[in-house]
């Protein structure tokens, strides 16, 4: 498979940015094997530009896995929920298979988006896990 060409380049100040923050997240190789999903690093390859007019770009992050459909709308929900005052945010992230894709300038995402992105993440995480737990488990049974 040709990989696409390099349209541009993040600047080494938002890249470093990214990737110190990506690094920061609570992940570990053992998470791979759960349903949780993580973000676990910075795709620079597939990172590019888009629009040069005010430097918004397609940044991909890496996740631990793919996210089932169900997960994916609860991480659509989380990130909503945690943006509640910035609808213009709603449709800047999106998952293509294994990766996690916001679209905005790099800067923006370093230094205010990936930290609420993380919680939206964790949030989506243990909603799942408790929707999974529910339907393995089945409801609780109120009366005999």
């Known amino acids: 498979m040709k990989k696409p060409p390099r349209e541009f380049a993040l600047t080494t100040i938002h890249d470093n940015a990214l990737r110190k923050t990506v690094a920061e997240s609570n ?6 094997a ?8 910075l795709n620079r390859d597939l990172t590019r530009e888009t629009q040069k007019a005010d430097s918004r770009y397609e940044v991909y ?13 609860i ?10 005052t910035e609808p213009r945010l709603w449709d800047r992230i999106t998952i293509e298979n ?7 300038p790099p800067q923006e995402i370093a230094q205010k988006h990936l930290p609420v992105l993380k919680l939206a ?8 896990k408790k929707s999974v737990d529910k339907q393995v488990i089945g409801p609780s049974k109120s009366k005999r």
Do not use: C
């Not at 992940?27 to 791979?32: L, M, Q, R």
């Not at 992050?61 to 709308?73: E, M, N, R, V, Y």
């Not at 991480?75 to 509640?84: F, G, I, Q, S, V």
């Open 75 to 84: 991480l659509t929900r989380e990130w909503k929920r945690l943006n509640p």
């Open 98 to 104: 294994h990766y996690l894709v916001m679209h905005w």
């Open 61 to 73: 992050f890496d996740l631990s896995g793919i996210p089932s459909p169900a997960w994916t709308k």
């Open 121 to 128: 993440v964790a949030a989506a995480n243990k909603t799942h």
């Open 34 to 41: 759960s349903t949780e999903i993580q973000i676990v690093g």
């Open 27 to 32: 992940y570990h190789p053992a998470a791979k």
